[in-house]
T-cell receptor
Framework: AQSVTQLDSQVPVFEEAPVELRCNYS??????LFWYVQYPNQGLQLLLK??????LVKGINGFEAEFNKSQTSFHLRKPSVHISDTAEYFC????????????FGKGTRLSVIA | KAGVTQTPRYLIKTRGQQVTLSCSPI?????VSWYQQTPGQGLQFLFE???????NKGNFPGRFSGRQFSNSRSEMNVSTLELGDSALYLC????????????FGPGTRLTVT
C-alpha cells in the first residue's frame, strides 16, 4: 500500500516570492507521482506528473517538481507566485503495478499575500 | 473536447434518504473513478468502474454503490444517508483502467441535514 504525507497544511507566502510545497510518500513498489491543484468550488486539475526519466518535471502555470527516490520525496516549487496561485494543492501517488487507485495527501493550502 | 461533467453540482438531502449522483466522462474515456472529499479525511477513493464492471473498491460501507453504463457514464448511489456523508464527491475519468492520468470533474457538493 502507498501513503502520502504533505508536511505543511498551510503555507502563506508573499506575492512574487518563491514557494516550496513538500510531499513525502511511502511505497514498497515503484510509483507514479502527481501534483493536483484545486481552486475554490472546483475539481482537481493536474499540475504535473512524474512517470519515469528525468527527475525534474515541469508543469503548468510555472510549477515544477523534483522526484528524489532516496528521500522518497516529490516537492513542488515555483520561483515567483501570483495571487492567482492561491488554492489547495494535493500530492498523489499511484502504483506502477496492478490496478490501484490514486492515493492522495491531505493537501496544502497555499495563500498568496499581496 | 468537453471535460468530465457531474450532475447535480449541489444537493441537500435529509438523513435517512438516498441519493444518486451522475458522472459523464470525457469522450473516449472508459474508466470512471469516484472519490469523497471531506475536510477531516481528505480525498478518499470510493470505487472505479471500467467496461461496466467494478475494478476496484475503497474502504466504504455497502451503503455506497455505483454502476457504469455502456456509454461509460457512471452513477453512484448512497442509501440511508448519514450526516457524515456530507462531502464533495468527485468523479475522475481516464482512458482505461489502471491508466495513470485521471481527469477530474467539478464535483457534487452533498449536504445531509
Amino acid at each position: 500500500a502507498q501513503s502520502v504525507t504533505q508536511l505543511d497544511s498551510q503555507v502563506p507566502v508573499f506575492e512574487e516570492a518563491p514557494v516550496e510545497l513538500r510531499c513525502n510518500y511511502s511505497s514498497s513498489v515503484s510509483v507514479y507521482l502527481f501534483w493536483y491543484v484545486q481552486y475554490p468550488n472546483q475539481g482537481l486539475q493536474l499540475l504535473l506528473k512524474y512517470l519515469s526519466g528525468s527527475t525534474l518535471v515541469k508543469g503548468i502555470n510555472g510549477f515544477e517538481a523534483e522526484f528524489n527516490k532516496s528521500q522518497t520525496s516529490f516537492h513542488l516549487r515555483k520561483p515567483s507566485v501570483h495571487i492567482s496561485d492561491t488554492a489547495e494543492y494535493f500530492c498523489a501517488v499511484r502504483s506502477h503495478s496492478g490496478n490501484t487507485p490514486l492515493v492522495f495527501g491531505k493537501g496544502t493550502r497555499l495563500s498568496v499575500i499581496a | 473536447k468537453a471535460g468530465v461533467t457531474q450532475t447535480p453540482r449541489y444537493l441537500i438531502k435529509t438523513r435517512g434518504q438516498q441519493v444518486t449522483l451522475s458522472c459523464s466522462p470525457i469522450s473516449g474515456h472508459r474508466s470512471v473513478s469516484w472519490y469523497q472529499q471531506t475536510p477531516g479525511q481528505g480525498l478518499q477513493f470510493l470505487f472505479e468502474y471500467f467496461s461496466e464492471t467494478q475494478r476496484n473498491k475503497g474502504n466504504f460501507p455497502g451503503r455506497f454503490s455505483g454502476r457504469q453504463f455502456s456509454n461509460s457514464r457512471s452513477e453512484m448511489n448512497v442509501s440511508t444517508l448519514e450526516l457524515g456523508d456530507s462531502a464533495l464527491y468527485l468523479c475522475a475519468s481516464s482512458l482505461v483502467t489502471g491508466f495513470y492520468e485521471q481527469y477530474f470533474g467539478p464535483g457534487t457538493r452533498l449536504t445531509v441535514t
